[in-house]
Structure formats: C-alpha cells, structure tokens
C-alpha cells in the first residue's frame, strides 16, 4: 500500500518507538488499540513477536526497534499496538501514541536509497526535529505469517480464527 505522503496536507500518527519519535501515515492506521497479551508465533520471521486476536481476526504483532536499531522492552500495559492497513492487515507495536498532526508537504523529504523497501523512506521536520516516518509496506510481515494464521496464501489479507491463537 502506497500512502501520498506529498498531498498538500497529509495526516499522520506520531508515536513513540523507546524514547524516539516515530511517524505513520495515518492512512494507513485503521486504529490504535492498548497493548494486550501476544500469543508466540512458532518459527515467525525476524520482527514478528506473535499475534493477537482484533476481533475474531487473528493479526501478526510487528516489533519495528529491530530494523530501528531500539533495544526490545518487555510488552507493557502502557504500550500501543497500531492496526496498519495495506496488502495485509498487521499491528505495529509502539510505545506511545503521541499526536496526529497535519502538515504540508514541504515539512516531508525523502531519504536516499530505495523509498519501496526502505523502512525510513522520509523524514518529517516537526518543531525544530526531524522525525522518522515508517513505511507500512516495509514493515509488513509478508506471506509467512498470513499462512500461519490462516490466511489460504498468506498474500489476501484474510486471516483465519484459530482458537490456538486467541489473546487471553
């Protein structure tokens, strides 16, 4: 899924990933929802720390401090997972939800290399700081977990509701 980050005036989340400000395209953001337990995922690529039950859908948990080069906390309370909407339907987990803010884009710029795989394609000057913005596709699980929780070819976007796999 390809967000318009140069519209005139693209929305977007601003979150925190440990003590660093992260930035989503809110059109990708389905909702926001508090962290609750995670259910291992046996043999789940690097980055995916389980999955959870949104409602009767089984969906991947996504640990974006990896490729962010962020130590991993324990799962808190406190922390947010962020439903992210694009070929497949995944949580990003953040630590805190800061602000969605609106902002031309002139305030956007690219960074070098490869803006379709790249996981910090942009940057965003907010406030005297330049924030990194994540690219949803680049953190996207990919067909592996799709098959695991159920989807027939892990690429639709349907997830099955394995009861092995229910938040409790």
């Known amino acids: 899924m390809r967000t318009d980050l140069h519209a005139s005036s693209p929305l977007l989340l601003v979150g925190r990933v440990g003590n660093r400000a992260v930035v989503i395209p809110a059109a990708a953001v389905e909702r926001v929802v508090r962290m609750v337990a995670l259910t291992?995922?046996?043999?789940?690529?690097?980055?995916?720390?389980?999955?959870?039950?949104?409602q009767g859908t089984v969906l991947p948990v996504v640990d974006p401090r990896p490729r962010l080069g962020v130590e991993t906390p324990r799962v808190h309370p406190d922390q947010h997972l962020v439903l992210i909407?694009?070929?497949?339907?995944?949580?990003?987990?953040?630590?805190?939800?800061?602000?969605?803010?609106?902002?031309?884009?002139?305030?956007?710029?690219?960074?070098a290399g490869d803006n379709d795989t790249a996981p910090v394609p942009n940057v965003l000057r907010l406030e005297g700081d330049l924030l990194p913005v994540l690219s949803p596709d680049a953190f996207d699980p990919g067909p592996i977990v799709g098959a695991a929780v159920g989807s027939p070819d892990g690429a639709d976007g349907r997830e099955a509701r394995p009861s092995a796999f229910r938040a409790r």
Do not use: K
């Open 40 to 54: 291992a995922l046996p043999e789940a690529p690097p980055g995916v720390v389980g999955v959870v039950n949104v």
């Open 85 to 111: 909407s694009g070929r497949r339907r995944y949580l990003l987990w953040l630590d805190g939800i800061e602000q969605v803010t609106s902002v031309g884009s002139d305030a956007l710029e690219s960074v």
